[in-house]
């Protein structure tokens, strides 16, 4: 009876009063999108703060960074560092190296410009010495600290505004204009070496060079094999790529030895082979798990609960800049998919040029796998490979006429 003469009143409110359900209305609204925002931005933290947690033990990064720090390093090893200075410059990071740069330059000009003031202050030329009216000076207009400064500025930079110059009346003035002007070319040369080597590193070709987030496990030729899937965004090659990869675990001895990221080849190729790839489209690289793989002793159902990372790296030379480059990647057994197969991206438009959908680029479809490489190669009833694959709508199918016969 409550209930119903509640809501008879609203409703008789909601016809006297209908601005003010108007606003309440779009304030509920306004709490309910709040709640999703909240809940939406709790459940992306704690997407990030696994994916953190995984890449915190994982040896080399998705980008290519390897995950290791070094302790204990005895001073006189640091000392190497100091000596290969060039090397330190180049792998200094670009706020390091912008600070350096403006403090080597500042530092230079402050330097010489406090020498530019002994020199004047040597010969009489500051405004608190009073000189004489015929006084001729070292450096015109060099009366304080800050023109000093502004004279050794000027020289380095080979600015010359005209009031400032130096003139023939002493030696050591003459001398140290030749010192300045040949350090100061030095450093010029030394900060556009570098600046260059960091712009042209072959790490930044490596970042247009990209591998598939997963792996995947499904039959390939009659065979169990584990593929991934790399592509060249540019349209310069590679030049004589090689594919390979290592896979890192810890393993014990039988003398009871523990080796921590033991290392195993594993042997990857495409269907032309494994080395010098024409890298002019996407690739599919496989590793064929058969009794010589050290992926062999695995199984859908003991994948995940293995600890090892899968390193795949890819060599080769630039074609615009000639310059060898590495580019790596790792998997860990959470970002291997079993029974799973990628989606075709390569098709062929109307105009016959071929073309690459990267949309297609990660996506996987599953397929009939056996769930362990030991079904797969001992009992014929596993072997559920069959004829029946992943269609490309997109490639055009023609017919090739066989060539006419030819008189000599």
Not at 35 to 62: G, I, P
């Amino acid at each position: 009876m409550i209930s119903h003469v509640y809501k008879s009143g609203r409703r008789e409110q909601e016809k006297v009063n209908p601005v003010a359900t108007e606003v309440l209305l779009r304030r509920l609204d306004q709490v309910v999108q709040i709640q999703e925002m909240t809940r939406s931005l709790r459940e992306a933290l704690k997407e990030y703060m696994s994916r953190r947690r995984v890449r915190k033990f994982r040896l080399v990064t998705k980008d290519g960074r390897c995950n290791i720090e070094f302790g204990n390093v005895l001073h006189r090893n640091r000392f190497a560092f100091v000596l290969d200075f060039w090397t330190t410059f180049v792998e200094t990071r670009w706020r390091f190296v912008s600070l350096y740069f403006v403090a080597s330059f500042t530092l230079s000009w402050f330097i010489f410009g406090l020498i530019w003031y002994w020199i004047a202050r040597v010969n009489g030329d500051l405004t608190w010495q009073n000189p004489p009216e015929n006084h001729m000076p070292c450096v015109y207009s060099v009366t304080d600290l800050t023109y000093a400064f502004l004279y050794s500025l000027e020289t380095q930079t080979t600015i010359g505004y005209g009031n400032l110059y130096v003139t023939n009346q002493c030696a050591g003035a003459v001398a140290l204009i030749v010192i300045q002007s040949i350090i100061g070319a030095i450093i010029n040369c030394f900060w556009c070496g570098v600046v260059m080597t960091k712009i042209s590193l072959p790490k930044k070709r490596a970042k247009t060079i990209t591998f598939s987030e997963s792996a995947v496990i499904c039959p390939k030729k009659g065979t169990l094999c584990l593929q991934i899937r790399v592509a060249n965004l540019r349209k310069t090659l590679m030049i004589g790529s090689q594919i390979y990869g290592k896979l890192l675990r810890t393993t014990a001895t039988p003398e009871g030895e523990t080796i921590i990221l033991d290392q195993v080849n594993i042997d990857f190729m495409v269907d032309a082979g494994k080395d010098n790839l024409f890298f002019v489209c996407p690739l599919t690289l496989y590793h064929v798990i058969d009794k010589s793989s050290p992926l062999f002793d695995m199984a859908v159902d003991t994948l995940y609960q293995q600890e090892f990372e899968l390193v795949v790296f890819l060599d080769g030379t630039a074609e615009s800049t000639s310059s060898s480059c590495q580019v790596r990647t790792s998997y860990i057994p959470q970002e291997i998919l079993w029974g799973y197969d990628f989606l075709p991206i390569i098709s062929r438009s109307k105009e016959g040029k071929y073309r690459v959908d990267f949309s297609n680029f990660a996506k996987v479809v599953p397929v009939p796998t056996a769930h362990c490489a030991h079904c797969y190669h001992n009992e014929p009833g596993h072997h559920h490979h069959s004829m029946n694959g992943v269609d490309n709508q997109g490639f055009e199918v023609i017919e090739i006429e066989p060539p006419s016969s030819t008189k000599m």
